[in-house]
């Protein structure tokens, strides 16, 4: 994967409140970064990814690159910010290509990096299936592919390792880690804390309101571990998955 | 099962073909029967007869039901997407039971006596009235099922509308039959005002034509699309609005045809996938094929409602290819 690395987007969020769901978050990810949103369910992740990628409304303030995103018009945003929902549901059976390359509308269709995408997400094999007829694991990744496909430099992604395989979440946080290497902002809620210890930063969002924001260490202390998710933490030597 | 690329190109060259055999069928079945020379000397004005039953009875005729199915086909194909559901049908949203009402007021009225044009256009002001109040109901802007939820309670108000008229004097029968056969749908006796009142639709078909390749991206998601590029507010108000006019031109000037805009898309996507870049001008000659031959049925059969045929004909069909769906 080469990304374009020629216009680096930082993300910025002021005070981003959507009534009954997320309250007041105001956050901010340089290029280059990759920051991990954790919080227990109904905390508000989806909610925020979805206002920082423009989808929902909110009030306050979302600015891509320093520029409010309700200043861009449509095939802008789609050039600029990639966002892959956490549940993939499809009604009609396009091929796993086709809907990979929609990744390329904001670019009139331009085909590029399309197989890139595929082989990224280790679709190959399954290029011609339709994507109706796929496991929850295999339609995630192709959405996955269709967001890689984007180029975007701002790349949100909810819950992309919930439906994987350790091997393939492993490898989607090798992309995310090449893909910052290269300059893009990367923006990923995940449940699986042990793998949100390897990122560079944490946002934990608890009850619709931005309890910390920092390095791993200091974002998933014991306190914050037992006060927000109800749960005791220890370290031990356990099971480490690597890429072979 | 659907085809292969290389495959699919050549179903809308079969479709075309298809469609002008069964025109050149329609124009020459019926009480008077025309061989294919003596329907050509007819539209060049050689043979009297012949160019009097075609030109004021037939061809109209066949335009209409081109023009129909087409409009429906069509309409079909953009409630599906915009409603991400291929079970999604031209009629949910009040279009042409707002046409029924309209034109069931019409004729109990006595209007639609006055001139043959009050019909018409009666049933195109239901329509619109009919979409106009789903659209007010379901508030600007909101989301596909209140959408939805607005339409099926319309739809329901409309139909009682219509079935109060019916029921209301029942001792009318001669009036409560045109109701009925209106209802039921049908292309006989269409002329080329009828031809004049469909003209919108191919307006409309030219408007959709560039759209096929949102719809791709509408029909797996509203947010995705819209994260992808799509202006997906102004997508919708497209589609709506193109869709309404479609079903509520094809329902003014042959009644209410049902199972077409299911049936069409359904079927061709079956045969050559999802993309919309191909369906749409494939649902357009499909739906204009399907109706033309339902009509040819519906006067081989005696006269049968087309609506009657177009789901006697459809439901089997629909029901064969899903069996053979894997």
């Given amino acids: ?244 | 099962m659907s085809l292969s690329a290389r495959h699919a190109r050549w179903v809308l060259p079969a479709a075309i073909l298809l469609l002008a055999t069964a025109a050149l069928l329609s124009l020459g079945i019926g009480d008077v029967r025309l061989s294919p020379a003596r329907i050509w000397a007819g539209l060049l004005d050689r043979d009297s007869m012949a160019s009097t039953v075609i030109w004021q009875i037939r061809l109209p005729r066949v335009l209409v039901g081109v023009l129909v199915g087409a409009a429906l086909g069509a309409a079909g194909l953009i409630m599906q997407a915009y409603f991400r559901n291929s079970l999604a049908s031209p009629d949910l949203l009040g279009v042409s039971t707002g046409g029924a009402a309209g034109a069931s007021i019409a004729i109990a009225s006595g209007w639609a006596a006055i001139s043959l044009w009050s019909l018409p256009a009666a049933a195109l002001a239901g329509s619109f009235l009919a979409v106009g109040a789903v659209l007010i109901l379901a508030r600007r802007g909101a989301g596909t099922e209140r959408l939805l939820l607005a339409g099926v309670a319309l739809n329901a108000l409309l139909g009682a509308v219509t079935a109060y008229i019916l029921s209301e004097s029942t001792d009318l029968f001669q009036r409560n039959a045109q109701i009925l056969f209106w209802l039921m749908g049908g292309l006989e006796d269409r002329m080329g005002m009828h031809v004049m009142i469909a003209l919108p639709i191919p307006l409309a078909a030219l408007l959709l034509w560039p759209l096929g390749r949102q719809m791709d991206l509408l029909s797996l998601g509203e947010a995705e699309a819209q994260s992808l590029g799509v202006d997906v507010r102004r997508l919708r108000r497209r589609l709506i609005a193109i869709a309404t006019v479609l079903t509520a031109t094809a329902t003014a000037v042959a009644g209410t045809i049902g199972f077409v805009g299911l049936v069409v898309p359904h079927i061709l996507r079956l045969i050559v996938g999802p993309e919309h870049r191909r369906l749409v001008p494939l649902t357009l000659v499909g739906g204009a094929l399907f109706v033309l031959v339902c009509d040819v049925v519906s006067r081989m059969a005696g006269n049968l409602r087309l609506g009657i045929v177009t789901a006697l004909v459809g439901g089997p069909f629909f029901l064969w290819l899903l069996r053979r769906e894997p």
């Fill in chain 1, 1 to 244: 994967m080469a990304p374009e690395t020629r216009t680096l987007i930082s993300l910025e969020i002021a005070g981003a409140t959507v009534p009954g769901r997320i309250r007041g978050i105001s956050l901010r990810l340089a290029p280059g970064s990759i920051v991990g949103l954790v919080g227990p369910n109904g905390s508000g992740k989806s909610t925020l990814l979805a206002v920082a990628a423009g989808i929902l409304p909110a009030t306050g303030a979302v600015l891509w690159a320093d520029r409010p995103i309700a200043s861009l018009d449509p095939l802008e945003r789609g050039r600029s910010a990639a966002w892959v929902p956490q549940e993939a549901r499809f009604e009609f059976g396009f091929s796993v290509r086709s809907v990979v390359a929609q990744g390329r509308f904001a670019h009139g269709d331009d085909g590029e990096g399309v197989d890139e995408a595929i082989a990224a997400m280790d679709l190959a094999g399954l290029a011609s299936r339709p994507v109706n007829r796929l496991s929850g694991g295999e339609r995630q990744r192709v959405l996955m592919a269709r967001a890689l496909a984007t180029r975007a430099p701002l790349q949100l992604w909810d819950e992309p390792l919930a439906a994987l395989d350790p091997r393939h979440a492993l490898e989607v946080l090798f992309l995310a880690r090449r893909l910052a290497d290269a300059g893009s902002t990367v923006l990923l809620s995940l449940q699986d804390l042990r793998l949100a210890h390897c990122l560079d930063a944490l946002a934990l969002v608890e009850k619709g309101a931005l309890r910390s924001f920092g390095p791993p260490s200091e974002v998933l202390t014991a306190e914050a571990l037992a006060s927000v998710f109800g749960v005791r933490a220890r370290t031990v030597p356990g099971l480490i998955f690597e890429l072979p």
